[in-house]
């Protein structure tokens, strides 16, 4: 339930911390949300869910979508996709949502996840950030993170997906109904946010070229960080990179920039 529990805990959570803080909501100098990434939430024009969320890759309902993809790919999956299709893909929950819920589908005004709906609910823009567009809605997204009109044919229109920015940019400022929901302040800057996993990397210091960071959990991925941007898709069974000329694969890893840059 998005509205339940995301932008409902993410309210609940704003006015507990300003009220033990002792901070007013005029001090904050911009808000960034992070939350569960590669998930498929419909909404409608006034950013209203049309259903509960499909979360990331322990819903594995698009199992159908998945082998007719690739089937229907071929040998171009791992270009189109960079790794064999799992269940964590985005575009085949949309899929999923146009062969079984049509009437979900034709209402949808744009396809979130879950840090891009906040975002919404806080600005009333649409926004995702580079590393969720690129890494969990591919092959919808370019790689300079432009939205691919032909492949997007496929599985929605091209306007029902969000526009992509850098995590770090700002997105909007809080709206005059957020702020009353929130108790955040009108007017407050408000950046794009990114995925779980991502600010999970930044916060333990996966910001220098070199560096490794693992996450547990109900997954387990490697994030490696390289001094340069890496010009292919993450491979779910190797992603492999450049150094001294010769190309060196950590199995399961995602590689991402050095801290300023697009992920790779």
């Known amino acids: 339930d998005a ?25 904050i100098r911009c808000v960034g949300t992070s939350a569960l990434g590669t998930d498929c939430l419909p909404v409608d024009k006034d950013c209203n869910p049309l259903r509960p969320a499909i979360l990331y890759g322990i819903d594995s309902r698009a199992e159908e979508e998945i082998k007719w993809l ?42 979130l996840t879950g840090s891009s709906y906040l975002t919404a609910k806080l600005t009333g823009k649409y926004v995702i950030d580079q ?9 919808l997204y370019n790689r300079d993170g432009t939205i691919n009109k032909e492949n997007c044919s496929l599985y929605c229109r091209p306007d029902q997906i969000a526009e992509c920015a850098y995590s770090f940019e700002i997105a909007g400022t809080v ?3 957020a702020a009353k929901e929130s108790g955040l302040k009108k007017g407050t800057p408000v950046i794009v946010g990114t995925g779980d996993s991502t600010a999970e990397a930044i916060s333990v210091g996966l910001v220098e070229s070199g560096t490794v960071f693992f996450q547990y959990g109900s997954s387990m991925f490697y994030y490696y960080c390289v001094d340069r941007y ?33 992920a790779g």
């Open 175 to 177: 709206t005059e109904e």
């Open 230 to 262: 890496v010009d292919d898709y993450v491979s779910a069974n190797g992603n492999g990179s450049l150094k001294g000329g010769k190309e060196f694969t950590i199995p399961g890893t995602f590689c991402i920039g050095d801290g300023t840059n697009a």
């Open 131 to 139: 590393f969720l567009a690129k890494g969990s809605f591919r092959p």
């Open 70 to 111: 690739t089937q229907y790919y071929g040998d171009d999956v791992k270009k189109m996709f960079g790794h064999p299709i799992c269940t964590g893909d985005t575009a085949t929950k949309i899929l999923w949502l146009k062969n079984h819920e049509p009437e979900v589908y034709e209402k949808t005004y744009k396809f």
């Open 3 to 27: 509205d339940k529990v995301w932008w409902g805990d993410f309210c609940k959570l704003c006015r507990l911390l300003l009220e033990k803080s002792n901070i007013r909501s005029d001090e």
